[in-house]
């Protein structure tokens, strides 16, 4: 399934292990912003990128990784079905077990069309997994749109990567929304571009 992104397993920090990558900051953080003012950014932000790289009918793989823990039973559905619009999909999703970095996780894959699943609330809840804030989804979540061979990743409210295998992909995303790229991997981001 990854093969085209010529990728080993999907892991984070996903900018720092692709050599085709940009990294968003999705909330600004200072000391006067206001919480609710600060996660409505993130919000957004997550939204309109995610939209600029999928479709409604696009084909994606939902890609999650959840750390085993010793004796805890696991339901792959009971993650993700809160998120989806078709309940039958749930029989398309696959589980293994993988191990990372000397770590065992439960790796769960579903391929699906943009429009059967609730986007806007997955986000949230992944903007949501470091904050008091309900619905959390906390896990490693990974969007792969295969036909256009990009990886969104929003690790949590502070911000996200986007990776292709190509750099012309990235280019229009990378100059509509510079100023939300991430100041302090700039640099690096316009090496990954070749600008």
Known sequence: MYNSFQKRELEKPLFYHSSVAIRFELGE???????????NQVYKRSQVLFKEIFLPDDQLYVVWYSECTPGRKWEPTGVLKKYLKVKSLKNRLSAEKVLRDGVYFFKFVLRCSVKDIRITVMLVAIANQDMNIAPKLEYECYFLNIEKKIIYHMYDDRGLDIVANSAEILKPIYHKYNDWALSYDRNEIEDKLGL
Not at 29 to 39: F, H, I, K, V
């Open 29 to 39: 953080s200072s000391m006067n912003t206001d919480e609710l003012l600060y996660m």
